[in-house]
């Protein structure tokens, strides 16, 4: 469909989503719209319309509506209603346009050029002028680009207003900055040459070459040469004062055709080359008639061939002239005569004429090397190439160039993204604990009980990710590729450590006290049977899965079970009934309690509660009084058994005897109790859990979503079952019922079945790449090879691995060599197959090897040269040392000319040397390392999982490089006396040894007599590590380890511990008691026993084993108190001390039992108190923590997770240490944790990579080459692992093969045939030598040209001769060429303003005769860009002063001197003027001066005038200066040696040996109050405040101590004034 608007233009619309052009559409815009249309005006009132806004519509297309603002404006500038202009003459406001839509944004685009160079912005009077003096440091520039809209598709150009309507348009200018102007720098002059002339008068030149040329307007270089006359003593003689006459000859002029009168004497002479021709090449003389018949024979030749190249080529003989003149010694001609004797030199000879390169036409474009994105944004690049067809000749045009690159792919935006390369890495292998072990632990451990932590090891490899923007079927999945690609990340880690699960350790508490007898489920009692229990708590637990902690709650049957208790709280005393003694009545409050001591409802209680009234008495003053009852002694037995049962008393004593009428004392039987206790039968059960069983599948349990998927299989939930039983202490296995049910652990849990795992394996990577050359024909076959990597093996019944992960084929489909290069004679070369298809030219070049020679020598013989037939072949050699030679003849006429007879030019016969096959090999170098030899592919791809240790020790081979020499001593192959290049030989890498230690000794004493100590066990060394073994730990000086466990030992308590294996078992103590048996009223039986001892048994030990302080008094004082006195309880327990400070004190009590009778004693006190002393009443107690013990470890590991422990102690103020119960009575909280985990870290060895290929040798020829290959260390060594080897890398070196390469002579001098002077030429030549590729081996040798390549192609490349020039006596001429100048950058404040720097040089003039300086060439210089430029600053330099003048120069930042002395002698400038050149590079305002003045002048004796401009002494006199600041006289400085003496008018005296070193310290000593500018220094007026108040001071002490005073009646002695003085005694 189209779509026309009301312009007219007709645009194709977008159909089905194809491509659109707008080229026509959107030509509307290239017409020009004004931004503001005035019309014609009425009156002073006109309409003025704004600028089209954008298109509008709903639609793409057509359809857009554009609109403008109109209004009515006054001539004036300011805008009125629309009605005072012309309604007729109002412009359109509206009008339709061609919308365009977001996606015609993907046809167009701006395309910008390169920004052009930087131009100054030009001055307002429109002159281009360069602002010097105003440039600080650069000038204000502008550079401009080109913005094209152009199509996408074909890259042609539209207008401009397409692309605005999507983005704006770019900047086509921008600012710049010009470096301010760079004058032309010079260097320092050289020194001045010899006199031109031995005698009279004659010249001197001394020279300077370019350093840097102008830029940016800066200075023209300055005259490079200076000269000077020089004038001899020696007067000339007659014969020197006459001039000397030479041959001067011109330069050849350029080679042309001769005219037609000399078309009988020259011609065209064409040589065939073609393909009949046989060794002698056929020359053919054509005349020539005209010009227009040469052009057009020459164009008939070229086109008669059908090639793509021409396949022969015509040469023209023409002739060149020069001419020939005789000068004098002062330059001038003379007559030709004065100076050819003989016959004259040639000044017409034959030339071939010049022949420019040809070449083909260029070859298509390379692909672009730039195939997708990448992220570094630059483009790729493509080449294309061309061919020489023609060589130049005789100074025709060089060939351009044979090659071309330029940029492709730029932006990129449609390739597909770069392939990314990341690291991978296969699932963890097992975990392994063996290769932990030292070589003695291998041998002496039971590897298959092994536990704790160890490590496991994966495989990393590389992989290119797979781009999302590629086809499906595109994508590789993992497929690995060369580590190389991945490089510039770091791998994963390949070892990580892991843990075996050991047998579970628990750490556990004392057994709590039994509790009472309860129903086996209190919320549901049932029958008369319970249980009572007691319990211990799990203090630290490993984290192994193996197995449980032992039993932690033990039962008891009992009878009558009650789960809650009546508990009865006595509120008040006992109140009496009647009177104030007697009977009465005390109040109890009665609760129900828990078994845990918990308040409940009374409903939980069965039985009745108790009477909450209890009958009781209180005594009168006549009853006898009986005191409280003691405690319950300790139970006779644990438990009961058929003949024993536990029992326990308690007693109570008389405290007063009744009166008479009082109530009597009750019998002795009633003072004491005995009650059952502890009548459980010896009878303990618990339950015990076997090991978890290994986990089922159980197909009635709903999985619910907790399955877990993963690619291929799904882990499905089962059971783990255990079985549980209730134990007999002692005997066994019993019923269930035995045992509380209520504690019975679970026998079945839930668990994961393990899921099944199939093998995944990555796909095969890529066959190994082809070789890169041909191979021989008897060869055995190559082959590649590719690979697999297993990421994960198969468990669980999965799905097997494949069992082939490395496969090798022969090469197939690969080329051989079949390709050859076919080519025209002489430059036609092209790449064809055996078949005679063409190929591309990089086919020949690998497979048919390196390219033909393009050109062949050849002669066009003239008209009167000598012809010979062919060379015959050579002759057969006799053997090594033995010649050949070949022959050839003359022909025709020329056996009968006299010049084709001289053998000397024309040889009939030559002879070669015979080539040897007589090798002689050396070594070279030195020995590689030793290389141990290598696993294959195969093995290694299949044992990664087992993390096989790669054997660093053992037998070797180390290779050494041989040098193979032939006959001549020319190095070549070395596979021509060896095989391999190498010599081998087989060496050995000692084995690491690791350390060996002794076996742990027996656990030591405890380091303490009481509380907690330590016990330790060592290890003794046996032998040291060698050879990288593994290091030994950490010893002591005695060459011991140590391993620390805890003991804690009390004399009267002991504390059991549960150490882990290996620790051995804690011995402490048994805890002591004293025990008092009564054996009257007033003396004890104290025995000491052990503590837990029933009563009847004998228990009694040395009571030396008991606290001797807390020992009970044998005798006490007792009381008994009389009828009618008062009676009171025994004494309380002291209270604790609120602190040990001083004014406290702690209280005792006492309560009154029995009232005394009236009259009587009143009772005594019932309150005491004592101070509290510290340590002596009062006493503080604190926690102590013993040290941690080492960790232990379970018996079979080696590292990992384990226990250590730490002892608790109370320890008293005093330092007395008790029972942890001591503090706790006192209410101190344990903050201390008793054991944690640890870990003891495991000594991990070095673990490396496999060796990466062998790199390819560094250089391709030469003894230098290398060969490496690298590792690298996946884990470093940790704690006493084996220590990393230091070999990472490993370098062999490659086979020496000789290095052949062109080498260019030096250029001869220059050489002028037939004459003195004048132009000549210079040549040089080109040899094949053989070289070992270091300077510091043999020099290069000759050898064959044909081991270098073309001879002739190298010729073509670089010239072989040049002109050169050889000036006569008088002339004026330039210099040689000087050496190129330091790389040098144009800078900006000390940065660099340019990447690419440039060098200069420069010829001078020399100018022999004053006469000839009119004629004389202007100098010349010339520069060349360069790389690795510097910036280089400029600054002036002085010398010292003499006679108050000095040099100043200019220097260079590299120590380059860049200004010489002022010219004498300037040469006129190229325009003819004689104005002063600035030398650049330092700026003239900032010159040093090089005259120092004095005003006035320094006349005075002695002065000289100083470089700040003022008169001063010399040294040793001192400077005295007038009121005005100026010089008076010089006066002689006291203590100078005046000895010297020194005349004024000269420097004699100064230039006499001054004193010596310590002599000059002091006559350097000069008190000058004036400076050198006339002012008085400041120290003068410091000197004068410091003395005036000196004098204060002694007005004041004088009037202090000559005071008259009472006492004193007579006046002292006259004080002798003290002078200060300096006579210049070194003494003071």
């Known amino acids: 469909m189209t779509l026309k608007d009301d312009f007219g233009v007709i645009a194709w619309t977008r159909r089905d989503g194809k491509y659109l052009s707008l080229f026509l559409v959107l030509s509307l815009f290239s017409i020009p719209v004004p931004a503001d249309l005035v019309f014609p005006e009425d009156h002073h009132f006109s309409w003025r319309a704004g600028q089209w806004g954008q298109c509008v519509g709903e639609d793409c297309g057509s359809g857009g509506v554009q609109t403008r603002t109109i209004w009515c404006m006054h001539t004036e500038g300011w805008t009125t209603h629309h009605s005072h202009c012309q309604h007729m003459d109002k412009p359109e406001s509206q009008r339709q346009c061609f919308k365009v839509c977001g996606w015609h944004q993907d046809l167009f685009e701006w395309e910008v050029s390169d920004w052009g160079g930087c131009v100054l912005v030009p001055f307002f009077s429109n002159e281009l002028k360069l602002r010097m003096t105003d440039c600080i440091t650069a000038q204000h520039g502008i550079q401009r ?159 008669a061939h059908t090639h793509k190249y021409p396949m022969s080529w015509e040469l023209e003989v023409g002739y060149q002239t020069r001419h020939v003149r005789c000068t004098r010694s002062d330059g001038k001609n003379a007559m030709l005569s004065l100076c050819t004797k003989d016959s004259p030199p040639l000044t017409f000879q034959a030339c071939a004429m010049p022949k420019d390169c040809q070449t083909s036409d260029w070859s298509s474009w390379s692909p672009c090397s730039k195939t997708c994105q990448s992220t570094d944004l630059s483009p790729g690049y493509r080449l294309r190439s061309r061919v020489m067809t023609q060589i130049p000749m005789s100074g025709g045009k060089r060939c351009p160039g044979l090659e071309e690159k330029e940029a492709c792919n730029i932006i990129g935006d449609l390739l597909p993204s770069c392939p990314r390369f990341v690291w991978r890495s296969t699932h963890w292998g097992e975990c392994r604990i063996l290769p932990l072990l030292s070589q003695q632990d291998r041998r002496q451990a039971n590897i298959s009980i092994l536990c704790g932590r160890g490590i496991q090891t994966r495989k990393t490899y590389c992989v290119q990710v797979p781009d999302d923007s590629a086809p499906h079927h595109r994508k590789e999945v993992s497929r690995p590729v060369n580590a190389r690609l991945c490089d510039g990340e770091e791998p994963p880690s390949a070892v990580q450590h892991c843990s075996v699960p050991c047998q579970h350790q628990c750490l556990l508490s ?94 939980y209680c069965a039985d009745d509660p108790p009477p909450t009234v209890e009958a009781c008495e209180v005594a ?191 090469y197939i489909d690969l080329f051989q060599c079949e390709l050859k290069a076919g080519f025209a004679q002489l430059t036609g070369i092209s790449c064809v197959g055996e078949s005679g298809e063409s190929a591309n030219m990089t086919e020949c070049l690998r497979w048919a090897g390196p390219l033909p020679p393009q050109i062949r020598e050849c002669r066009v013989a003239c008209k009167d040269d000598c012809t010979l037939t062919a060379w015959s072949k050579f002759s057969e050699c006799a053997g090594c040392g033995s010649s050949q030679s070949r022959k050839r003849s003359l022909t025709g006429r020329s056996k009968k000319k006299e010049q084709c007879l001289n053998e000397g030019l024309y040889p009939l016969e030559e002879t070669q040397t015979c080539p040897c096959d007589e090798f002689l090999s050396q070594p070279y170098g030195n020995w590689s390392a030793c290389i141990l030899p290598e696993s294959s592919a195969l093995g290694s791809l299949q044992g990664w999982m087992s993390h096989r240790e790669v054997k660093e020790c053992g037998q070797g081979l180390r290779y050494k490089a041989v040098a193979c020499v032939n006959q001549q001593g020319h190095l070549v192959d070395s596979t021509l006396c ?260 640890c870990t003891v870290d495991c000594p991990v060895s070095c673990i490396l990579s496999d060796w990466s290929p062998w790199a390819d040798c560094s250089h391709t020829c030469g003894s230098q080459g290398q060969s490496g290959r690298t590792r690298r260390i996946l884990q470093e060594a940790h704690e006493e692992g084996r220590p990393c080897p230091n070999q990472i890398t490993q370098i062999k070196p490659c086979p020496i093969r000789p290095c052949y390469t062109w080498l260019l002579s030096d250029w001869s001098p220059c050489t002028i045939e037939g004459a003195e002077c004048g132009q000549g030429f210079r040549r040089r030549n080109l040899s094949c030598v053989v070289h070992w590729g270091s300077r510091h081996d043999s020099p290069p040798q000759p050898v064959r040209e044909e081991l270098c390549g073309d001879i002739l192609q190298q010729h073509v490349q670089q010239p072989m001769e040049q002109p050169c020039f050889v000036p006569c006596p008088g002339d004026c001429h330039l210099t040689e060429w000087s050496t190129w100048s330091s790389c040098q950058l144009t800078c900006l404040e000390g940065r660099s303003f340019e990447t690419t720097g440039r060098q200069a040089r420069s010829r001078a003039v020399i100018i022999q005769v004053m006469e000839n300086q009119a004629s004389c060439p202007h100098q010349v210089f010339e520069t060349k860009p360069c790389k690795g430029g510097k910036c280089h600053s400029y600054q002036w330099r002085t010398g010292g002063w003499s006679n108050n003048e000095r040099v100043v120069w200019c220097q260079r930042s590299d120590g380059v001197n860049v200004t010489g002395e002022q010219l004498q002698f300037p040469l006129a400038s190229p325009d003819g003027s004689y104005r002063a050149f600035c030398e650049g590079g330092c700026f003239p305002q900032k010159r040093p001066t090089t005259l120092r003045h004095c005003h006035p002048p320094c006349t005075k004796p002695f002065s000289h005038c100083t470089p700040s401009g003022v008169c001063g002494c010399e040294k040793g006199y001192t400077e005295v200066m007038t009121t005005h600041g100026f010089l008076d006289y010089c006066t002689r400085t006291p203590g100078v040696d005046n000895n010297k003496k020194a005349d004024v008018k000269t420097n004699s005296g100064r230039l006499k040996p001054g004193p010596s070193q310590a002599r000059d310290l002091f006559t350097e000593w000069t008190l000058r109050p004036v400076g050198p500018d006339g002012r008085v220094k400041l120290w003068v007026y410091a000197v004068t405040a410091v003395g005036f108040i000196l004098i204060l001071c002694i007005i004041a002490l004088s009037f202090l101590v000559c005071k008259p005073t009472k006492a004193t009646k007579t006046s002292p002695p006259p004080q002798k004034p003290l002078t200060l003085a300096y006579d210049g005694d070194m003494d003071m």
């Open 510 to 603: 004392k057994w709590s006290p039994w509790g009472a007898c309860l129903h086996d489920n209190c919320k549901e009692p049932q029958g008369k049977k319970g249980f009572r229990q007691r319990r211990r708590d799990v203090m630290w637990q490993s984290d192994s899965t193996l197995g449980t902690c032992p039993h932690l709650t033990e039962f008891i049957p009992c009878e009558d079970p009650s789960c809650y208790l009546w508990q009865i709280q006595q509120e008040g005393g006992c109140i009496p009934n009647e009177s104030s003694c007697g009977p009465g009545s005390a109040v109890h409050n009665i609760t129900c309690v828990s078994a845990e001591g918990e308040k409940v409802s009374d409903v």
């Open 978 to 1237: 060896t095989d391999s290049g190498y010599i081998v030989e087989v060496c050995h890498i000692p084995c690491p040894l690791d350390c060996k230690l002794s076996d742990w000794s027996a656990w030591s004493a405890c380091s303490a007599s009481c509380g907690s100590g330590l016990k330790i066990r060592s290890k003794w060394l046996r032998e040291k590590a060698f050879n990288g073994g593994r290091p030994c730990p950490k010893l002591d000086l005695k060459n011991q380890t140590m391993s620390h466990s805890l003991a804690k030992v009390y004399p009267r308590s002991h504390q059991q511990m549960f150490p882990l294996e290996p620790q051995p078992e804690v011995i402490g103590l048994t805890e002591m008691k004293f025990t008092v048996h009564r054996k009257s009223s007033s003396r004890h039986l104290v025995e000491c026993v052990k503590k837990g001892t029933a009563s009847g048994e004998d228990g009694t030990v040395k009571e030396s084993l008991c606290d001797q302080e807390e020992m009970p008094p044998r005798a006490q004082v007792c009381y008994l108190a009389c009828p009618d006195d008062c009676v009171t309880a025994p004494w309380g327990p002291w209270s604790n001390c609120p602190q040990c400070d001083q004014g406290a004190a702690k209280n005792r009590s006492r309560h009154i039992l029995r009232l005394p009778a009236p009259g009587h004693t009143e009772c005594p006190e019932l309150l005491q108190s004592e101070q509290c002393i510290l340590n002596n009443t009062c006493f503080t107690y604190q926690y102590r923590v013993s040290d941690w013990s080492t960790c232990q470890l379970s018996e079979n590991a080696i590292c990992g997770e384990g226990l250590r422990q730490r002892l608790l102690d109370c320890i008293r103020s005093d330092g007395k240490i008790l029972e942890v119960e001591k503090c706790e009575q006192f209410g101190l909280i344990n903050k201390w944790r008793l054991s944690e985990s």
């Open 620 to 810: 009168c003053s006549a009853d006898c009084v009986a005191g409280p009852w003691s405690s319950w002694s300790p139970c006779s037995h644990s438990c009961a058994t058929k003949t024993a049962e536990g029992r326990q008393s308690r007693t109570r004593t008389v405290l007063a005897i009744p009166g008479k009428e009082g109530k009597a004392c009750p019998a002795g039987p009633a003072l004491e109790e005995w009650r059952v206790c502890n009548d459980h039968p010896c009878i303990v059960f618990h339950w015990q859990a076997s090991a978890w069983g290994p986990c089922i599948e159980d197909t009635s349990m709903d999985l619910n979503g907790t399955g877990i998927k993963n690619e291929t299989s799904v882990c499905a939930v089962g059971l783990q079952i255990r079985k549980v039983s209730c134990i007999k202490m002692n005997v066994g296995p019993v019923i269930s019922k035995r045992c509380s049910d209520s504690f019975r652990p679970e026998t079945v849990r839930p668990c994961l079945l393990p899921c099944r795992k199939d093998c995944i394996v990555t796909p095969f990577s890529e066959w190994t790449a082809c070789p890169s050359t041909c191979l021989p024909e008897n060869s055995t076959a190559a082959t590649q090879s590719r690979y697999r990597t297993v990421i994960q093996r198969s468990a669980n019944g999965g799905q097997e691995c494949p069992d082939t992960l490395y496969e090798e084929r022969e």
């Open 145 to 303: 680009r080109k913005v094209h809209c152009v199509r996408t598709s074909n890259r042609t150009s539209v207008t401009s207003r397409i692309c605005e309507f999507f983005s704006q348009r770019p900047p086509v200018e921008q600012a710049c900055l010009i470096p301010c102007p760079q004058d032309c720098v010079v260097s320092d002059f050289t020194s001045w040459s010899s006199c031109s002339k031995t005698c009279g008068s004659g010249l001197q030149h001394r020279t300077r070459h370019v350093l840097s040329t102008p830029m940016y307007g800066g200075a023209h270089c300055p005259n490079l040469t200076e000269i000077r006359t020089c004038l001899s003593n020696v007067r000339c003689s007659a014969e020197e004062d006459e001039y000397q006459y030479n041959l001067k000859v011109g330069a050849w002029s350029e080679c042309r055709l001769p005219h037609h009168k000399d078309a009988l004497l020259s011609g065209r002479t064409t040589v065939d080359f073609g393909t009949s021709s046989n060794e002698n090449n056929t020359v053919t003389l054509h005349t020539l008639a005209s010009h227009h018949q040469t052009h057009h024979t020459h164009h008939k030749h070229h086109h």
